[in-house]
Structures are given as structure tokens and as C-alpha cells.
């Protein structure tokens, strides 16, 4: 099952250098997910080749305009491609009186529903769930109400060894059971055979989190705890720390500190703040506290292996 | 005096073969005119390097979002450069309450004024005047109320021919008058000096007429008489005649027939579908009727010479 994040914006408000605000695709077994969606994500999604059309769940960490200012394009395009499938759109309140707006000043009558879930923004709550994954949220320090979003590969079921099943003559009715855990009786014998003799254990479930805008807040390293990826709010470098704490935002070392108590895999760094050109020096503050750290490239895909 | 016209966006609806949204940038005596800002313009602007913190007045022909969903970025743009000078928007009613509720949404109160111009969809006015030039409206025939804008040149006063001066001897304070066309007396004679003697015309002022969404509309004609520069829809080709007319947008041919009648003398065809890759059979078909038609291209600036 593939699992992976592609980084479709990394800057902060401003755009510059090239970079653009807040957009990630998040694709777990062939299904696409986004998170933010600033100006101009459409464009960007297409640019780099993303099916987005196929997008189903739309996930905003909070209002501010770099994560949602594209929201009404991706809308507005969906409904121009003649979309049919409903879409849902998870964030803090106040959204959908925002893109309904807009809809109704262009006398625009959407062809497929589009559904809006506000998010409890003082909770964190499992907000979607499919046969794939769960998303949760964890809620983050911001200057306005913010989440943090947790996609976690759900666990799957054991793996049956096949040559047992041949070895044991055992039934096909038996598999679900077998599946989940269970140990079986040998109809012939009457002896019981250990679940752990015919399966293997299944794939350890992956899991991303993405905690993008926030300031320092070690609150959050319960949720996040060894995840395989955490996407982590480094809009500046450790000489702005006081800059950082003012806007609400993390620096290098900040967001190494949280990688490193959560015990994560990696650290994916972004949000950079416009006045960085070259990333590098952001990216080796990190280094020096969390190795495991990488920084967040427009357009490039970041896998997540077992 | 400089009279120019930069276009940002030139594609309809949907983004794609490299082309955006409605936007384009006139530029008059170095002062910045925008018209239209449809998503990512700021970014394009940027791409493009045009000084857009100087632009003190947007125009927005109407509200579908493929000529307004890049306004809000301006406007939060602007407040992250710490703009401090007003900014005029003029546009059909209803869209200060979309810009506001997104500034309110991310509790941002602006560091400078936004001043929202609520225009008459159903009548042609002037809507704005500086030293340099005067903007009024044209009303188009879209699905939803919409808006052309024309650009004209202020008449300039007279040229005095200097050694006419010296010749007659006449005094400083009278230059005010010759500039304004009078005639003077000669102190000295009695005789009366004729201005045509003493001045040559001014140069012709110049103009541009935007008119984009609009199906074929004989109307817009008087308004946009002899212009220099006619920016006109043209979605489609002759043969989606039928579609241009369902969609309220023009034909090639109809655009060049607008510009024939209104006797410009140059037409610009823009608001390309997503249909059309390449652009040469809709420019031939526009040329075919009206031989002075050019594509609009993004990026390219077309200067309106005397």
C-alpha cells in the first residue's frame, strides 16, 4: 500500500523565491487527500502532475489566508469539470459561509454537494476514517484557532502462512478468524492450534502528522508520538526565536525539539518565512538537534516506507 | 507619456496550457492600473516583475471568481508588505463583504484603508479621474452583472512654440491662457495674436477599452468608438457560436465585428476557453474579419503608441 506526501507549497504568507503558501497532498493506497490549500494550488496540482479530480477529502488547519485562499478555486474548477462525487471539506468554523459567498455572488449553483464539517478547535478528535486510515486532529498554539492533522494506516490483519492452511486442513470458514487473531481447533484432533503457528504478523501501520501553524508547544508530542512523519511549523531560523514566539510560529530548533521528544522517524521542515532564500541554513539548525530532518521541496514526493 | 497594457491572465475559467485567469496591467504615465485579479495574479505579477505595490486602484469587471479569486491575496499582500497607502477597488456590488468576512475569518485588521467603489451594473459612468486620464464603464451582456472599463487619456493643453514667445514678447502670465487655446492681445500694438500662430496641437490622447465577459453586444459600440486598443472576450472559435451564446461570451468573429463597427484600431482577443491549445486558428478566424487582431499573451506588453 503506497503512503507518501508531496509538498505542493512551503512558504509562508508571502510567496516568494519560487515558493508558494501552505498545500500538501497526502496519498494513501492510490486515494488522495489535501491539506491547506493556498492561492494557487490548483495551478501547482496540476503543474506537478497530482489527479486531484480524484480528491475527496479536504482537510484546513485554520483561516488564515495562506492555507485556504485556493479553496475557492478548487471548488469553483471541480464544479466547471462537471464533478459529480460530493466533497468534504474538514476545518475550524467559519469556512463555508466564506465559500458559499462567493458561489452565490457568481449566481454559480454547484453540480455536486459540497460538505462542510466544522472542527472542534480546543479538542483533539478523530474527524475521518475509512477502510485505509483514521485522521485525528491535535490541536495546536496559534494566533487564531488551529489544528494539526494525524493520518494513521489503519492496523491490518494478520497474514495467514498458506502452506499451513494445507498442512492443517483447515476449512476456509475458519480464515476471518484466523485473520483477526484467533486461535483454531483442529476438528480431527480436537487439538488447538496457535494463531501465532499459521500467520505472520501484519505491516506495521504508518502514520504522518502534519502541525503547520504553530508556535512551540510540546503539548502536542503525546499525539504525535512516534510517528513515521511529522510535518512541522519552521518558519524561522533560531536567531528569530523571538520573532517566531510574537507570530506564533516555531524556528528550526523549536520544531527538532518536538521531533526528537515524540520520538518521530523523520522531520519534514516548511512554512519557511520569505525572507530566507537559501533553505540550507534552516535545514542544518535542525539537523543539529534531529538528523532524521528534511526540509519541505515544492513538488516533490516524499514516501513513507514500512 | 507612457500607455501600455501587460496581460497577467488571458485564459477563461479553468486554468491550463500554461495560461490563467483574467488580470492585466495598464500602465499610464508610470502609474499602475489593474484590472481584473483572478487566483495567483500576485504571483504572476511577481513572475513577471511588475511593481504591483504601486497599483492604487483595481478594477474588477465582475464577480465570477475567474476574475476576482486572486483579490484577497492582493489585498493580504499588501498588508504583509506593510502597505500604508489606500487601495481603491472598483467592481459591481457585492464584493467588499467577501474580502472583509476572509480578513475577519483570520482576525487580521488591515494596516491600511480599503476602499470599496460600488459601481452601477446598468449604466455607463465615470467612475474614476486623476491629472492623467479618465475611466468609465461600459455595460457588457454577461450571465451576471459585468462591467468594461475604458482608459482615455486626458486632452492635453496646447504646445507653445517657444521662439513665438520671444518674438511677440509675451509676458509670463499669459501662458496659462495660450496653453488653454486663447488668443492674446499684444499689449504693445493693440493687435490680436492668434493662438494657432503661437501653438501646436496637442498630442491625441490615447485610449483602451477592456470589454471581458460579454456575448456579442452591438450596444457596447458608441461607447467604444475609434479607440486605440479594444480588448475583447473571445471564448471560442465560430464554430461554438451557439455555446459563446448560451455562456454569454463571444465568438472570434463576433469580437472582430464589434471591433469593425467601433472602428478601433487595434482588437486584442483574450478569455480563451480551455478548449483551445493552440491559439492561431482563433486569431486567423478573428483576422480574417477585422486584420488588425492580436492574441493576448501572457506576459507580453503591448504599448499603445500615438
Request: proline letters at 5%; hydrophobic letters at 35%; aromatic letters at 8%.
Amino acid at each position: 500500500m503506497s503512503f507518501s506526501v508531496t509538498v505542493i507549497g512551503s512558504n509562508s504568507a508571502i510567496p516568494a523565491h519560487g515558493r508558494h503558501p501552505s498545500a500538501q497532498v497526502v496519498t494513501i493506497n492510490d486515494k488522495v487527500y489535501l491539506i491547506d490549500c493556498g492561492e494557487g494550488t490548483q495551478m501547482r496540482l496540476n503543474e506537478f502532475g497530482v489527479k486531484w479530480m480524484r480528491v475527496n477529502q479536504i482537510f484546513i488547519s485554520h483561516l488564515h489566508g495562506d492555507h485556504f485562499f485556493g479553496l475557492i478555486g478548487v471548488v469553483s474548477t471541480c464544479h466547471l469539470m462537471r464533478r459529480n462525487r460530493p466533497l468534504d471539506i474538514y476545518s475550524p468554523p467559519g469556512l463555508e459561509s466564506i465559500i458559499r459567498d462567493q458561489l452565490i455572488a457568481g449566481q454559480t449553483e454547484l453540480m455536486y454537494e459540497l460538505r462542510f464539517h466544522e472542527l472542534n478547535p480546543e479538542q483533539s478528535e478523530r474527524i475521518y476514517e475509512n477502510e485505509d486510515i483514521t485522521v485525528d486532529t491535535v490541536v495546536l498554539n496559534h494566533r487564531i484557532p488551529c489544528l494539526g492533522f494525524i493520518f494513521r494506516e489503519k492496523q491490518r490483519q494478520r497474514k495467514i502462512i498458506r502452506e499451513k492452511l494445507a498442512e492443517y486442513q483447515i476449512p476456509v470458514e475458519f480464515i476471518p478468524d484466523i485473520k483477526a487473531g484467533k486461535d483454531i481447533l483442529d476438528e480431527g484432533t480436537g487439538k488447538r492450534i496457535l494463531n501465532s503457528e499459521i500467520t505472520t504478523d501484519p505491516p506495521r501501520p504508518r502514520s504522518y502528522a502534519y502541525c503547520c501553524d504553530t508556535a512551540y508547544f510540546p503539548n502536542i508530542v503525546p499525539y504525535i508520538q512516534g510517528v513515521d512523519l511529522l510535518y512541522h511549523d519552521c518558519t524561522f531560523a533560531e536567531d528569530s526565536e523571538q520573532r517566531a514566539a510574537d507570530t506564533f510560529h516555531s524556528t528550526t530548533i523549536q520544531a527538532a525539539r518536538i521531533a526528537q521528544q515524540a520520538g518521530v522517524a523523520r522531520l519534514m521542515i516548511g512554512h519557511f518565512s520569505s525572507k530566507y532564500d537559501d533553505l540550507q541554513v534552516l535545514l542544518r539548525e535542525a539537523q543539529s538537534v534531529f538528523p532524521l530532518s528534511i526540509l519541505a521541496i515544492e513538488g516533490r514526493t516524499t514516501a513513507i516506507e514500512r
